[in-house]
């Protein structure tokens, strides 16, 4: 028994623990059964300890490993080759802004050019006003001469009736409603001739 106590396999020291320190003396030969029963089983104790505090290093060991892994997951890495495309991106951008808001610069040649096409282009502009507006005009003009014949022919109508009422009654219609009334404008021709004027006025105004 003796010797198998003096065989007992010791476990490593953990990393950062303090060394243990065997205070009593080695067991010398010629000790009682009772003696070496007693220092075994110390020895044990003592091992099943250094395990337990083995196993709680491990675990306070792997929480800070993930604790470590997920703050690293969360604070984003500083990339220097996107920081300078970014830069370079923002750059480019601002040069095309002010290039873009810097005034054009032309030689007198194109800006007599330029302003010879402008002038061109407004006086087509000016030329079709003018030719819508004596397009409106003429359908103007056209729908009142329609509507004038029209006029004048219920006119000859109501005056034919009128002159055979008189003939046959002394110009007494047995019903009123017989009696030709006053000859005026449709609703339909005045509608349109409405429409044909504000054509009219904004191609004027244009």
Avoid: C
Avoid at 53 to 65: F, G, I, Q, T
Avoid at 132 to 146: S, T
Avoid at 195 to 200: G, N, Q, V
Wanted: proline letters at 4%; aromatic letters at 4%; hydrophobic letters at 40%.
């Amino acid at each position: 028994m003796e010797q198998e106590s003096d065989q007992l396999t010791r476990l490593p020291r953990a990393h950062g623990a303090t060394p243990r320190l065997d205070t009593e003396a080695p067991p010398t030969r010629g000790l009682g059964h009772s003696e070496s029963t007693f220092s075994a089983a110390a020895d044990d104790a003592q091992d099943l300890k250094m395990i337990h505090w083995y196993k709680l290093a491990n675990e306070a060991a792997m929480k800070a490993a993930l604790v470590k892994h997920k703050r690293f997951k969360e604070v984003p890495r500083y990339n220097p080759a996107a920081e300078r495309v970014r830069q370079r991106a923002k750059w480019m951008e601002q040069v095309i802004i002010e290039e873009q808001n810097k005034p054009l610069e032309l030689d007198a040649e194109a800006f007599t050019r330029i302003m010879d096409l402008d002038a061109k282009e407004r006086a087509k502009q000016q030329e079709r006003a003018v030719e819508r507006h004596a397009k409106i005009a003429e359908m103007l003009a056209d729908l009142k001469a329609k509507e004038e014949r029209r006029l004048n022919y219920r006119r000859h109508l109501a005056e034919q009736q009128r002159q055979r009422g008189q003939a046959q009654g002394a110009g007494v219609f047995a019903d009123p409603s017989d009696e030709p009334g006053e000859v005026g404008i449709s609703a339909e021709a005045a509608a349109a001739m409405a429409r044909l004027e504000a054509l009219e006025a904004r191609a004027a105004a244009g």
